[in-house]
């Protein structure tokens, strides 16, 4: 794995906006660190363009240097269209489970008064993604189809995976259906009033996986970001009034900091 290479993939959207805002936390400027950051369009139309040859060679990159950051993406929903970047990118790295976490956010009150982080714990390639679907007849006679692929061998890597997580953590394990949408982002595109928290905390645990040096500078951009919301500044959807790039700008100010600070220990 090349420590200090991350693969960007960009998006669509507010998907990419937020990606450029987490890029902004890896600036030399910001971390000190001088990363090589080689960039693949997967925007809906540079996907159609290149007949999903634009994630293949996205995906080639990722397994030559081993990390990569990814914007979200259209996936349009005609079957004769691209279909989902995510799915092949997941086929060609040898993913199999998806792992979120949830965390609670300093001074923001949780729904429901759930207090402990919850990890979704997911099957990576088979499934929704693996569908054929079709039509047959035409007017009122008219069916459709679905068929999905869902394999045992990758079913056991998720729920095995599941059960030592819990046991690691002391949680308990739930089951149920996940369904796959075609997300948009109506409302939101390019008006700087999204929450870039999940792609800079995104960033930073990319750091977390190379050298020490990064991985300093990630623990520094996860607590800058944390603090950030525990002090007021927040966008509107955590109850605060801060446009998306102001709430990056107050990170990347602490960040600074801390790593100065940390300098002179």
């Given at each position: 794995?090349?420590a200090r290479t991350i ?170 259906p996940k369904y796959t ?85």
């Open positions: 794995m090349d693969v960007v993939l960009e998006g669509d959207d507010t998907g990419q906006e937020l990606l450029e805002e987490s890029l902004r936390l890896l600036a030399p400027g910001v971390t000190g660190i001088e990363l090589e950051l080689p960039r693949f369009d997967l925007s809906l139309e540079s996907r159609r363009s290149t007949r999903n040859g634009v994630v293949h060679e996205a995906a080639a990159a990722i397994r030559e240097h081993g990390l990569g950051i990814k914007a979200a993406t259209i996936t349009p929903e005609g079957r004769d269209d691209v279909g989902s970047p995510n799915r092949i990118l997941r086929e060609e790295i040898g993913g199999q489970v998806i792992v979120r976490t949830g965390r609670r956010i300093p001074g923001v009150v949780p729904l429901g008064g759930v207090h402990a982080p919850i990890s979704v714990v997911r099957m990576a390639v088979g499934d929704a993604y693996g569908a054929k679907e079709w039509r047959e007849g035409s007017g009122d006679d008219e069916v459709a189809y679905r068929t999905e692929r869902i394999e045992r061998r990758i079913c056991r890597a998720v729920a095995e995976f599941a059960f030592r997580q819990a046991e690691r953590t002391g949680a308990k394990v739930f089951g149920g949408v075609s997300p948009t982002y109506e409302g939101m595109q390019g008006k700087d009033v999204a929450n870039p928290m999940a792609m800079v905390l995104a960033a930073a645990a990319l750091l977390s996986h190379s050298d020490e040096e990064c991985e300093r500078a990630g623990r520094a951009i996860r607590e800058a970001c944390l603090e950030t919301v525990a002090d007021g500044t927040r966008t509107a959807d955590l109850g605060g009034y801060s446009a998306t790039s102001e709430f990056t700008d107050e990170v990347i100010r602490r960040t600074r900091t801390k790593l100065d600070v940390w300098s002179t220990l």
